[in-house]
């Protein structure tokens, strides 16, 4: 997925210059797994700004390295190697998009309001992680084992998709379609916003992933032949 | 946008070997012009075959000639420079698109057919150049003339969607709804079948075009508040 133009230049323009290293001074104070997913998370982030704006064959672990102002040694201690970099990406992005989507469906919403709430958790997603969205279309570099992981985790969020869809058809809220060609077209309308959606835009996400859903669950026609 | 992994397996298959140059042969016969616009074609196709497999990055001027089977005057004299390159790549898109898309604005097909038929022919081109459609999400390397060049295409898109929009909503076919929401929706559900689309997969682009359409214009609900 490309990056808005609006994005670009706002992470162009809030590159940091890397983090002053301490040595000698006392650490921060701090739970220990705090502090080390901090620093996890720090290193990802400068993975996924450089990966953005160089593209992921032209990024180097030094390269990553020094973006987030720490040494190669100690970026492997926390992150691994480059693919391994790239996983953790994906799955930092799973695993915030999956528990949410999951008590979607399993709320006592109608379905046609899981259906929007559903389209507004991606879409929230690209919103709070750009960088991290423009970084998964190098999904292709991941190692077997992590893109065999990825995959099950999209099939998991496509499966809530469609029982969302299946449960509005069987109530008969929603009339009979094709639940295979309706999930991909809500991931489109959904996933595209990567390419065009500005921060400083007009319309905020909510905005816009309600008036996505409007549109969707009305349709077009001021009539239609099924009803 | 990523391509997806059934079109990378095919691509990687058809990698041809570097044509044959034949020095002191007699040139082939036929039209001089015909004859340009072929190697160009040749050249550009190797161009975004690579851009596609390594990124635009990491692909050399050198490579490109090498995988095109030419040297590297040769592929100066006929598409230039690497951006330019990128850039003749985006126009040839283009340029396949606008016309078709702006005969089916003028036709006097229904506002509804007019809707489908624009969707089928973004994806059909998609279709017909997926590394042409891969290459494009480069644009970010364009040089300033071609990318305002691009950019006037785009809106030129966009403009002819709107107004069959428009159309739709003028003649009470379509009910009224947000036109830009509904273009960014429909452009969404077009450009996303470039990451899951499969060749041979169990459905072709008319059918799934047609069945967006369907999804789009009649709407996910069995009843609707606005009718």
């Known amino acids: 997925m490309a990056i808005a133009p609006q994005w670009e230049a706002a992470l162009q323009?809030?590159?940091?210059?890397?983090a002053q290293?301490?040595?000698?001074?006392?650490?921060?104070?701090?739970?220990?797994t705090d502090r080390y997913e901090a620093k996890r998370k720090a290193i990802l982030d400068a993975a996924a700004r450089l990966f953005t704006l160089r593209g992921y064959e032209a990024t180097s672990?030094?390269?990553?390295?020094?973006?987030?102002?720490?040494?190669?040694?100690t970026l492997y201690h926390y992150t691994?190697?480059?693919?391994?970099?790239?996983?953790?990406?994906?799955?930092l992005m799973a695993d915030e998009l999956l528990p949410r989507m999951n008590g979607i469906l399993q709320s006592d919403l109608s379905p046609e309001r899981k259906l929007a709430e559903y389209?507004?958790?991606?879409?929230?997603?690209?919103?709070?992680?750009?960088?991290?969205?423009?970084?998964?279309?190098?999904?292709?570099?991941?190692?077997?084992?992590?893109?065999?992981?990825?995959?099950?985790?999209?099939?998991?969020?496509?499966?809530?998709?469609?029982?969302?869809?299946?449960?509005?058809?069987?109530k008969g809220v929603f009339h009979p379609f094709n639940v295979k060609f309706a999930r991909l077209a809500i991931m489109g309308m959904s996933n595209y916003i990567g390419t065009w959606f500005s921060p400083v835009g007009p319309s905020?996400?909510?905005?816009?992933?309600?008036g996505f859903?409007?549109?969707?669950?009305?349709?077009?026609?001021s009539a239609s032949p099924h009803r």
Chains 1, 2 share one sequence.
């Open 204 to 210: 905020t996400i909510p905005e816009i992933a309600d």
């Open 13 to 18: 323009a809030v590159q940091s210059p890397p």
């Open 119 to 170: 389209m507004r958790a991606e879409m929230e997603l690209i919103e709070r992680h750009p960088t991290y969205t423009a970084a998964m279309r190098h999904k292709r570099w991941l190692l077997p084992g992590a893109a065999q992981e990825m995959r099950e985790k999209r099939d998991e969020a496509d499966r809530i998709l469609d029982a969302i869809l299946q449960e509005g058809i069987d």
């Open 213 to 221: 859903a409007r549109i969707l669950l009305q349709g077009l026609l």
């Open 21 to 32: 290293r301490r040595p000698g001074r006392p650490r921060a104070t701090g739970h220990p």
């Open 80 to 91: 691994g190697s480059k693919p391994e970099i790239l996983a953790a990406i994906h799955n």
């Open 61 to 73: 672990v030094r390269d990553i390295s020094r973006e987030a102002g720490i040494s190669q040694a």
